[in-house]
C-alpha cells in the first residue's frame, strides 16, 4: 500500500491481546480525506476492536495511531495522555454504535446538541441550528423532541449518526451500525451513510453489509484471526481476492452480494 | 375525645416545632447520606479488591443492626470510649451513617444496572471524570433510583422517631410529652401519624414526578 501524502487517520502497529487471546496482530494503515474504508472478516476477527483502539475506548498494548498527524492516547513522547488530552482529541472522531447507545435521558435534539455544547462549548445557536439541520439530513426533523425509547431501531440509528455529525468530526467510526436492526430497517441507515462517502466524510466502518461495502467503499480492509489479510479497492477484493482465506470469506456471502446486485 | 384533640391544639406549637426538628433531621440525614452513600457506591464497585471488601463489609454490617441499637450505641455506647456527643450530633451521626449504607447499595445497584454502551458513547464523544458522572451517567441514576431513593427517604423519616429515646425533641418526642403531661395518648399519637403522613407525602409527591419523567424515557 503506498503511503498518503496527509492521511486524516495512520494507524501503525497496532496490537492488542484480551489475556492470552491476540485479537490484533500489528495492524497497520491508512486513511486519506473522503475515503470511505471498510473493514469486513469473520466474526471474531477482530474488527471491532481495531475499530476501538483508533479512539482508544480500548488501549492498544503496541502501536501507534495519528488523527491528522497528531497521536491519539500516547504522545510524542510515549507518555500516556491524561483523560482531558485524550477526551479532547475524542471530540474529533466521530462514533456510531452498533446499539446506537444514544443517552435515554436526552430528547433527540438534545442527543445531537450535548456534546458539542458541553464537550466542545461551541456556541448554543449554531450548535442548535446545525442540529436541526442533520436531523433534517437523516430525515427527522419531526422526532426532534421524542426521546430515544419511543423510536424504532432505523431511527435510533440515523440519530446515532446525526448525533456523530453534530461535533463536525474529521473522521467518523461506524461499529456494525445495522448488525443490531431488522431487516427492514437496514436499507435507512445505509442511505444516509451512502450520501456521506458521496459528499467525502472520511469514514472507517466496521460492517458485514457486503453489497454497500462494494458500492460505496474507495478501499476494502480483510481481517481474519487479528491480522489484515488484505487490502485494496472494492473491485479487487470482490472480484479478484489475492487470498485462500478472502475467497472462502466471500463463498460465504456469495449469495448474499447476489441479492444486492439485483 | 374532641376535648383531646383541643389539648393537642392548645399545644400545637410543640407539635410544629417537633415536626421541623423532624423534618430537618430527615433532610440533612437524606442529602448527607446520599451524597456518602455516592461515594462509597463507585468504592464498592472499585477493582481494588481492599477497597470493595472494606466499602462491602460496612455497608453490610450497618444494614444487619437494628437502628434503635444503633442510635444507643451512638449516644450511649461511644462516650465509654471516650467519643462524647449532644443529642443532636449523636442523632444525626446516627442516621447519616446508617443510611449512607442503604443509599451506597441502592446507587450501586442501579449504576451496574445501567446500559455500558451509552456511558461508552459518552467517553467516546469526549466526556470523561466529573463530567461524564454528571451528565451522562447521573441523570441516568436518578431516574432509575429515584423512587427507591424516596422510599429509603421515607425510612429515614420514620426512623428518626427512634431518636426520641435520646430526647432530640423531634415530633414522637413531641406527641409523647404533650400524652404525658395532659395523658391524650390516643389524640396526640395520632395526630404525630398524620403529621408524619403528610412528610411522606410531600417524598411520594416528588418521587412520582421523577417516575414521570423516566417513564417517557424508557
Redesign the interface.
Known sequence: MNALPHPVLNVVGVSKSFGALKVLSDISFQVGKGETVCVLGPSGSGKSTLLRCI?W?EKPDAGHVYLNGEPVGVTSAGVVMN??R???I??R?G?V?Q????????TVLQNLI??PL???RRPKAEIHEEALALLAKVGLEDKRDA???RLSGGQKQRVGIA?ALA?RPDLLLFDEPTSALDPELVGEVLVVMRDLAHEGMTMVIVTHEMAFAREAATRVLFLDRGRMVETGTPDQFFSRPATERARQFLQRYAAEAVTAQR | MIHDFGIVWNERGLLMSGLANTALLSVIAAVVSLLLGAALAPAMMSRRRAVAGAARAFVDAMRCVPFLLFAYIVYYGLPSLGINFDNWSAGLAALMLYNTAYMAEILRGAWAAMPREPIEAGTAFGFSGVRLFRRIILPGLVLSAGPVVGNQLIQIIKDSAFLTIIALPELTHAASSIQSRYYVPFAAFITAVALYWGLCLVVEGGVNVLRRLADARR
Request: charged share 15%; hydrophobic share 50%; no cysteine.
Open positions: 479512539n475506548l483523560d482531558h485524550l477526551s479532547q475524542r471530540t472522531i462514533m454504535f446499539h446506537f447507545a444514544l443517552w435515554p435521558h436526552l450535548e456534546a458541553q464537550v466542545q426521546f430515544p425509547a448525533r461535533m
